[in-house]
């Protein structure tokens, strides 16, 4: 029932900020508490989690790319936004958004999935 749509640019220059917005329908995301997380697959790699906030508004990132990650809600529109900054080549990716019904232990933590969306980083 709950569908997430992931919307941004598909293209971002080196040193720049990536930003990418999950928009959220099918229910209310204020009424149960879950992880809405950022996950991305570069080329030829494993899926890696970026991070997420909660529907309560706390934070959690990758210890790899928290310093630079932030994720944040703008509830009034059922989005989270995230954005990663001073991005390099290695952050082209497949990036999605997921709700986890839990801090994620495996990727069966995470029920709902969008379809992803293809940044490259390049100038």
């Known amino acids: 029932q709950v569908q997430l749509q992931e919307s941004g640019p598909g293209l971002v220059k080196p040193s720049q900020t990536l930003s990418l917005t999950c928009t959220v329908s099918?229910?209310?995301?204020?009424?149960?508490?879950?992880?809405w997380s950022w996950i991305r697959q570069p080329p030829g790699k494993v899926l890696e989690w970026i991070g997420a906030i909660t529907t309560g508004g706390s934070t959690y990132y990758s210890p790899s790319l928290g310093s630079r990650t932030s994720i944040f809600w703008d509830t009034s529109k059922n989005q989270f936004t995230l954005q990663l900054s001073s991005v390099t080549p290695e952050d082209t990716a497949v990036y999605y958004c997921a709700r986890g019904v839990r801090y994620g232990i495996s990727w069966d933590d995470y029920d709902y999935w969008g379809q992803g969306t293809q940044v490259t980083v390049s100038s």
């Open positions: 099918g229910g209310s995301i204020t009424t149960n508490y879950y992880f």
